[in-house]
């Protein structure tokens, strides 16, 4: 499944980068839980909860079976 997330993330990255942002992931669990961490622009971004989960979260769940929720840490 990490694999896939991967792959999603590259996807969602550019509008990230394009705001002065980005995304690493951290940890997918095994109950599908996405561990993920913004930086640079999104990491202080007071719409960076908006990004996470509308964004991010989003993509995630319809592109990656098994994703259940994406969190920042």
Do not use: F, H, Y
């Not at 969602?12 to 992931?25: C, H, K, S, T």
């Amino acid at each position: 499944m990490k694999e896939e997330v991967e792959k999603v993330l590259e996807m969602v990255r550019p509008g990230l980068q394009a705001d002065g942002g980005d995304v690493e992931l951290v940890e997918v669990t095994d109950d599908g839980i996405v561990k993920v961490r913004l930086t640079g622009a999104c990491g202080s971004c007071p719409m960076s909860t908006m990004t996470l989960k509308m964004g991010i979260e989003r993509a995630l769940k319809e592109k990656v079976p098994g994703v259940t929720e994406v969190v920042q840490v």
